[in-house]
Structure formats: C-alpha cells, structure tokens
C-alpha cells in the first residue's frame, strides 16, 4: 500500500504505531528522533510522516520545518502525535495522546487521501 515514516524516540510507542499500520496493510519505516527521520525521508520519500513532538537530537516541530523547507519532501503529509496541540501547529493534522488505534487510522487514511488528490 503506502510507505509511512513513524518518528519516535520511544520504542513503545512505535511498535504500538507499526502493529496499527501494517495490520491496515502499509510499509512502515521507523526513526529515533528527527534528524535521523529527516535523512530517512531524502533517501526513500515516504507518503507520510507521523512523528511525536517531543523528542532528543531533533523534535517534531524542527522537523516539520525542515520538511517544508525542502521542496522534494514538503508535500509529503505530517501527522503529529503529542500531548500538547500547541506545538504542532504546523502539521497538517494532529493526534493527541492518549489515541485509540482507530483514530491513527482515521488520520492516516484522510492524509493518504489528500497527499493521492494532490498528485
């Protein structure tokens, strides 16, 4: 189906994201912190990111500024997971912890959705 870039600096978190995205059928890649989701995503440009705020080395919001500044990844959307919407202003949408697996999905698949409409 879809390449999705989970970004979390808690491997929890993660296994929870990839468990809910690959029943759904897609591709999951998976990144520590920011900077090393950044590099992932210029190698093997995924159809979505879903990345936590708060994270060490390189958070949520300095990624998705990064994001945007590139002009080969600004289309790509951007779920933010956290516990605080203030800081993920810049997202294309937001998920607030704590989330149940079928709001992930419903997020993913609208994003999904918008990022096929543009292409």
Known sequence: MCTI?????EP???????LILQKAGHD?????????????ARQAVPD???T???MPVMGGAELIRHLHADPALAK????????DPQFAEAADAVLTKPYQPNQVMAAANALLAMRSEQT
Do not use: Y
């Open 28 to 40: 999951v890649v998976e990144a520590i912190h920011g900077a090393a989701a950044l590099e992932s």
């Open 52 to 54: 936590d705020m708060m």
């Open 76 to 83: 790509i959307p951007i779920l933010a997971v956290t516990a």
């Open 12 to 18: 929890d978190m993660r296994f929870l994201m990839r």
């Open 48 to 50: 979505l990111i879903i």
């Open 5 to 9: 870039l989970v970004v979390d600096d």
